[in-house]
């Protein structure tokens, strides 16, 4: 059983950063595919980046790429999405997800393929 925890939303303007956090528990997360996924209201939860495990292969959908910068730290089972020139359509709660096993730059984008979620950080984004 793996455990994932958020932290590092907030409000903040438009074109400013933020960097979330997500901590697991377990021993294995250097194993573990990890990515970011986020909901706004009344839409339905959207792949935003990835990270694939023991090889670090990173994925991000096109709507933030050269924004978002997806990284982790398997010393401290942790993983972080840095996150620049925010605009408002960035507003959502934004979710991360462990997958135990092999990802493809198909399955990545389905929230399906994980196994473990985190309960979520709110990043409002004002314009």
């Known amino acids: 059983q793996v455990q994932l925890v958020e932290s590092g939303g907030g409000l903040v303007q438009a074109g400013g950063s933020l960097r979330l956090s997500c901590a697991a528990s377990g021993r294995t997360f250097s194993s573990y595919a990890m990515g970011w996924f986020r909901q706004a209201p009344g839409k339905e939860r959207e792949f935003v980046a990835a990270i694939s495990g023991r090889t670090d292969t990173t994925y991000a959908a096109d709507s933030v790429k050269g924004r978002f910068t997806i990284s982790r730290d398997n010393a401290k089972n942790t993983m972080f999405l840095q996150m620049n020139s925010l605009q408002p359509e960035d507003t959502a709660v934004y979710y991360c997800?462990?997958?135990?096993?092999?990802?493809?730059?198909?399955?990545?984008?389905?929230?399906?393929?994980?196994?473990?979620w985190g309960q979520g950080t709110q990043v409002t984004v004002s314009s």
């Open positions: 997800a462990a997958k135990n096993g092999f990802i493809t730059s198909f399955t990545v984008k389905r929230a399906p393929t994980y196994d473990y």
